[in-house]
């Protein structure tokens, strides 16, 4: 696929902030789509609206909760009217408070699932109620390392990226058949941020995922031609032990 055959398309990224979800928008424009850039905060959004836009390509920032149902439906209705129906939505929101089991909160536990799980649900299933009657278009979830095995500490952060991994396959499974690739995506590592700065320093050259590199490879998965769909992509650096 061209990037001129992707000037009309339309994309979402849930989860916008200011590691993978920005780089995702940034590659998403560059290759000359149109993109909606959700969170909870709108301010941060509009403010990387100037930035990320480029090439005539047109980057539009919405405020919605992905846990609530009627916020969802009303960014898709908000989406539809401004750009049209999506033909790639990546689910990229998280939330993770470390604890031992002993000490987590339930609050704490609820709120990471529903972060992590029903969000991913909620914005999948109004993008499948969509993409369905045209018969094409791709969902992205994006997921990590807990997806796979949870760790001592991790547990609030498992139990929702394990979920959202059943949920991509479930969905993979039930709408492939009707032209929608849906892809889920493990990032086994850590992504190179301020955050990490440090730790950066001590690592090998390229020892820490780069945003932008990931980005590329979402993009790869939704151009795949659909004679070769990939359900499962696993990203680390070269350095990674697994």
């Known amino acids: 696929m061209t990037n001129a055959s992707m000037k009309q398309q339309t994309a979402l990224v849930c989860g916008t902030g200011p590691g993978l979800g920005?780089?995702?928008v940034r590659c998403f424009t560059q290759a000359g789509m149109q993109v909606a850039?959700?969170?909870?905060?709108?301010?941060?959004?509009?403010?990387?609206?100037?930035e990320l836009s480029g090439?005539?390509?047109?980057?539009?920032?919405?405020?919605?909760?992905?846990?609530?149902?009627?916020?969802?439906?009303?960014l898709y209705r908000q989406?539809?009217?401004?750009?049209?129906?999506?033909?790639l939505v990546v689910y990229n929101a998280g939330a993770f408070k470390p604890a031992k089991v002993v000490e987590i909160q339930t609050g704490d536990f609820e709120n990471c699932w529903r972060v992590g799980?029903?969000?991913?649900?909620?914005?999948?299933?109004?993008a499948a109620r969509l993409m369905g009657p045209r018969g094409s278009g791709t969902i992205i979830f994006t997921g990590a390392t807990a997806s796979l095995r949870g760790?001592?500490?991790?547990?609030?952060?498992?139990?929702?990226?394990?979920?959202?991994?059943?949920?991509?396959?479930?969905?993979?499974?039930?709408?492939?058949?009707?032209?929608?690739?849906?892809g889920h995506v493990i990032i086994d590592g850590q992504i190179r941020s301020e955050r990490y700065a440090e730790l950066a320093k001590t690592r090998a050259p390229d020892g820490l995922l780069?945003?932008?590199?990931?980005?590329?490879?979402?993009?790869?998965?939704?151009?795949?031609?659909?004679s070769a769909w990939t359900l499962e992509l696993d990203l680390r650096p070269w350095v990674e032990k697994f």
Not at 37 to 50: F, G, H, K, T, V
Not at 79 to 87: C, M, S, Y
Not at 117 to 126: A, D, I, M, P
């Open 79 to 87: 989406l539809q009217a401004d750009l049209g129906v999506p033909d």
């Open 37 to 50: 850039m959700a969170a909870r905060r709108l301010e941060q959004l509009e403010s990387w609206s100037e």
């Open 117 to 126: 799980c029903l969000g991913g649900f909620l914005v999948g299933r109004e």
């Open 151 to 182: 760790g001592a500490g991790f547990a609030n952060l498992a139990v929702g990226k394990a979920g959202l991994r059943a949920l991509a396959q479930s969905m993979a499974r039930e709408l492939g058949p009707g032209g929608i690739h849906v």
């Open 210 to 226: 780069d945003a932008d590199a990931i980005a590329a490879n979402y993009l790869h998965l939704h151009r795949q031609p659909r």
């Open 22 to 24: 920005r780089a995702l």
């Open 55 to 74: 090439g005539g390509a047109r980057v539009q920032a919405y405020a919605c909760d992905v846990t609530s149902e009627d916020e969802v439906m009303h």
